[in-house]
């Protein structure tokens, strides 16, 4: 994981950091986030020059050498998973932001459907096409810290640069959304109101932002390491819920998880 005392960090303490952000297959709402983060981050990034990022500019630097890559987007592609092989030589550090990067998210929904089918759907001729199983960044390279959310967290990524620019180890969030409800003072949507929340298996970060306007928490963040996942989908059995509609919870974001998969199987 992340380890600010490797020698090669020196370098990012005369300088300023490199950093370039690469887009896989989502939404591009991390990117956006990014460039909306500028307000908010501006002292920051101006720390910091960004070599890389087609949303904020055309050109730059694709092969690096780079401080820190930023990756969005899950690995959907036989070319993707190339590139990535190649930026992770290339970079010092390797953090993937946001729940498709991180865990699959959305694009990852499709791998419970057969891979030649989801691509029937969508094209009329699949000659050309070379997709594979949606997988998270980790899946094929190994990386230095996540950024969760969807799109990505204010905190968790100004607690990334900042720590980057001071040469400290960031703190990100180890539990669950039921804590940030308890911290908010929101009333349990899963006890009181009987809503299938799955805030009690989803990493914290959101601030609970669904909770606490009464709805429940369907886990944009992804999983909390070691979450009971089967716990709560037989808490949804005896709710009535059908476990077609159990399943679809534990793989809206996620699928490729070795978090949601008892869940999702029961």
């Avoid at 990022?53 to 969005?72: H, N, Q, R």
Wanted: with cysteine.
């Amino acid at each position: 994981m992340f380890n600010p005392r490797n020698p090669r960090f020196k370098n990012m303490k005369r300088m300023k950091p490199r950093i370039a952000v690469f887009k896989y297959s989502c939404c591009a709402g991390c990117e956006f986030q990014l460039i909306f983060f500028q307000k908010h981050l501006l002292e920051t990034l101006k720390a910091v020059d960004v070599v890389y990022c087609k949303m904020l500019k055309s050109g730059g630097v694709e092969a690096g050498p780079f401080d820190v890559a930023l990756i969005e987007g899950a690995i959907t592609e036989e070319w993707q998973a190339s590139q990535l092989k190649k930026i992770r030589e290339a970079s010092r550090y390797l953090i993937p932001i946001g729940s498709c990067a991180v865990c699959g998210g959305i694009p990852a929904i499709k791998n419970s459907t057969d891979e030649l089918d989801v691509e029937k759907r969508v094209y009329a001729d699949t000659a050309f096409l070379h997709s594979v199983t949606a997988a998270p960044i980790d899946h094929y390279v190994k990386v230095d810290g996540y950024v969760k959310g969807c799109p990505m967290g204010e905190r968790d990524l100004d607690e990334l640069v900042i720590s980057l620019l001071l040469g400290k180890k960031p703190v990100f969030l180890e539990y669950c959304v039921c804590v940030e409800c308890k911290l908010r003072g929101a009333i349990c949507v899963l006890v009181a109101y009987g809503e299938p929340c799955m805030g009690p298996v989803t990493n914290a970060g959101c601030g609970a932002l669904c909770p606490v306007n009464n709805r429940a928490c369907y886990s944009c963040w992804g999983p909390m390491r070691d979450a009971n996942a089967k716990a709560l989908a037989d808490q949804f059995l005896k709710m009535g819920l059908r476990k077609e509609d159990i399943f679809r919870k534990f793989t809206e974001f996620g699928q490729p998880t070795d978090e949601f998969k008892p869940g999702a199987l029961t």
